[in-house]
């Protein structure tokens, strides 16, 4: 079992920026690739940024040179840095693990933008 849970969510500006963190405990050896996903109300879930254990990166093109995802191995934490944050980017974001091609899921985090 991955637990997974999610902080740094918040109400922030238009033009602001947040950083959301993903603290990973239990079996996480083999952990593969992490993410960062969101869903907005009425809308589907949607990847914003994934990292591989190699720090191979991916993002949604509406969050590139935007967002940054990084990961601490030492702290099993992963991070998603939001700059530049606009009202469209306002959802509840979830880290996402995937471990023997099983994918875990945190609780979700809040973020809340204002215009």
């Known amino acids: 079992q991955v ?3 999610e902080s740094g969510g918040g109400l922030v500006q238009a033009g602001g920026s947040l950083r959301l963190s993903c603290a990973v405990s239990g079996s996480i050896l083999g952990i593969y690739t992490m993410g960062w996903y969101r869903q907005a109300p009425g809308k589907q879930r949607e990847l914003v940024a994934e990292i591989t254990s190699g720090d191979r990166t991916n993002y949604a093109d509406s969050v590139k040179g935007r967002f ?3 990961r601490d191995n030492a702290k099993n ?3 998603l840095q939001m700059n530049s944050l606009r009202p469209e980017d ?3 974001y979830y880290c996402r693990a995937v471990r023997a091609s099983i994918p875990y899921w945190g609780q979700g985090t809040q973020v809340t933008v204002s215009s």
């Open 68 to 70: 940054t995802i990084s």
């Open 3 to 5: 637990q997974l849970v």
């Open 77 to 79: 934490t992963v991070f």
């Open 90 to 92: 306002a959802a509840v």
